[in-house]
């Protein structure tokens, strides 16, 4: 890493040198309505064709010959800024862009086409939270996360779930970021809807390869959310209202264009609703009441001040929660007969028992332009994430004959939790428009507590309390890493990004340390087409103990120990792009990936077996691979727009200690993967948004046979399973052998808008699944009785949760 850094430093002067003659233009890149900084904004000289591109807060800086200079500024979706002038000194020029009338098509970059085209990046996808607007969803919830399941490389889980599988990974294998601050659970509504309120969202990059150096920590995919700034000019806000949660956004400026500010908040209401129905079914009971209610919540805020023209600084802050509860209020009466003589007691019960998960994060972070060539940026983050099962039972005997009341009161409760302290320096140096070099470190604290339960005991009231702690001990973690990289742009015909992640993890006195090496490249074939490869190694020093295919809340979180090591990856990439206009855009990617360092529960153990033992003693590691070809195809413009994706792929898994050490496929290799998307606008007053996914059926483990036995059957280590059920046996020959039936439906959204003098209102009605497909989200064995045979039999049957889902919202904007 050092001769890295020695390599960039030399480069810093021969390009001073090289350029001594030059000057340079450097500032900041926002749109004029909201203040809003612009990301990729592109920054172009026509007449020499050199340029750069504004990084994620909107900096640019771009060095030029002395003399006239024509400068371009463009935008998708904003009026382009030229202007020609004379270069004679360093010059700091802010740029403000008018944006065009609103884009109503779904665009699913937010990037050019010839601007992808000529990237070094591949693999990376751009989405625009209010394009994904327009993209028919489950409930009417409109949800990133479900959006980018519909490209290619990126699947989802069982039937509605918000969890996604890039390119054969696992859902811990995806770095998540909010804001630069890792989010360990994604998942509403028991994984039915994922944690990110797109109205509080600015925008979306997924990288599912090519990982540049500044990425580390995870195998398979970067997901990086940008919130938004707040507007600086004026006060907006939008809400909506839709059948299981309503949103309510507000931004302005503070002191305007220096302070603004922007808050955002998602609640359900199935818990209010269903409250006045079950107080009329108490009301029918003298002696009870019982309420069983669920909410999830969300609540975004970021406020930033700009000093001037250099320093800049920023507060967000993220806090979401899932809450399934019961609580239980009843009394009775009754003679107790242990003494000598009955004596009437009358009991006083309540009964609270709770399931909850949430996230949390926080980030401060401070801009600084420290010279028009270098943009420092500063970042303090703090990640929390907690799952708890509690129950809280308290009990009143009071005696009839004296009037004495006895208290008593049990609390139970288990929990796992991650918890992460962080600083970052990042940095974007300039020196030329021929290199944009970062370079930058960070140092993690971890506090992990995987799987602990609580017990508190004080029964008749008389003695002092018991309290119990058990379970796996917590562990405490140091992770640091250094990065540098390079996006060079040698000549018009090759652009390459190179780089090195370095990364150093420490725990229970034991360090693991991973030096990553990062390379993608890009070769125009014409003006209009271009081939790009990529290598990179990544290493993951955090596991993710799945229970279920649900992406429930039990899943935990685990670190690297002294037994178990960390995950590891390489992976690499070619694809070709081709824009034969700026309205339709084409790539093809193949890529091959080999995993090791995975862990699963061994054979036989599971969740509910944590408290037995260290969760440790309960996994086994192995190995995977993942391959495939991914197809795009896409329309940008126009009456209708969208796009079209299609992904043919493996993914497989191999374990020492499961089913004989055979290699299985993954429980979400897929082997054909196809959506289509898109918009159709009929006017400026109604639009309607259409989407159909067809995918292989997922690998299930069924049974190979059945046999009755006379003896008592024990699975001796590295067996192959085996259960004993009514003396038959049921032999399973190896995992992921059968499959389920295909997935495919329809979805179909229709929005209805109304322009009002200072408010905009949409209707939206949509269907999901609209064609009622009965797809699999579980296939279980059934034992019937078959009158014709005389015995019992073992059917197949399919449980199905969304036939065809109807949906309504209504939202405005001020």
Known sequence: ??????????????????????????????????????????????????GTVSNVYGFYSFTQPKGTVPLTVSFTGYQAFQSTFNLSKDTILNIALKPVIELSEVVVSAQSPMQNIKSSEMSTIHLSPSKAELVPSLLGETDIIKTLQLMPGTQGGTEGTSGFYVRGGSPDQNLILLDGVPVYNVNHLFGFMSVFNSDAIRNVTLTKGGFPARYGGRLSSVLDIRMKEGNNKEFKGNASIGLISSKLTLEGPIKKDQTSFMVSGRRSYIDVLSYPIQIMANNESDDENLWIGYFLQDFNAKVNHIFNDKHRLYLSIYTGKDKFFVNDKYEFSTNDGWSDEYETFTYKNKDKANLQWGNTTGALRWNYIINNQLFANMTA????????????????????????????????????????????????????????????????????????????????????AIDTTYGNKNLEANEFLLYAEDDITLNDFLKVNIGAHYSAFSIQGKTYQSLEPRISARVMLSNRMSLKASYSRMQQYLHLLANSSMGLPTDL????????????????????????????????????????????????????????????????????ESYGVELLAQKHDGILSGWMGYTLSWANRRFDNISFGRTFPFKYDARHDFSVVSTIKFSEKTDMGVTWVYRTGYPMTMEDEKYNSPFTFFREPNSVETFRSNDMIDHFDNRNNYRMPAYHRLDLGINFHKKKKRVDRTWSFGVYNAYARNNPFMIYKSNEWDEEKQQEVSRLKQLSIFNIIPYVRWSIKF
């Open 381 to 464: 983050t703090v990640s929390n994430y907690k799952f708890s099962i509690s129950e809280n039972y308290q009990e009143e005997k009071i005696s009839h004959s004296n009037n004495e009341i006895e208290k008593s009161e049990y609390f139970y409760e288990y929990y796992s939790q991650i918890k992460d302290f962080a600083v970052k320096a990042d940095f974007d140096f300039f020196p030329s428009p021929a290199h944009h070099i970062r370079f930058g470190a960070q140092n993690t604290l971890h506090y992990f507590s995987p799987g602990v339960t609580v017990n508190r005991d004080n029964y008749g009231g008389n003695e002092a």
């Open 557 to 624: 979180w685990v670190p690297a120990t002294k037994k178990i090591k960390p995950q590891n990856a390489w992976q690499s990439a070619i694809g070709l792009s081709y824009s034969p206009n700026p309205n339709f855009e084409y790539s093809v990617e193949g890529y091959y990936k080999k995993m090791s360092g995975l862990i699963d529960y061994a054979e036989g153990a599971s969740f509910f077996e944590l408290n037995q033992g260290n969760w440790e003693d309960l996994v086994t590691s192995g190995e995977g």
């Open 1 to 50: 890493m050092r001769i890295v850094l020695l390599n960039l430093l030399f480069l810093t002067v021969l390009a001073t040198t090289a350029y001594g003659q030059q000057f340079t233009i450097s500032g900041t890149i926002t749109d004029a309505s909201t203040g809003e900084p612009l990301l990729s904004a592109n920054i172009y000289n026509p007449e020499t064709l050199t």
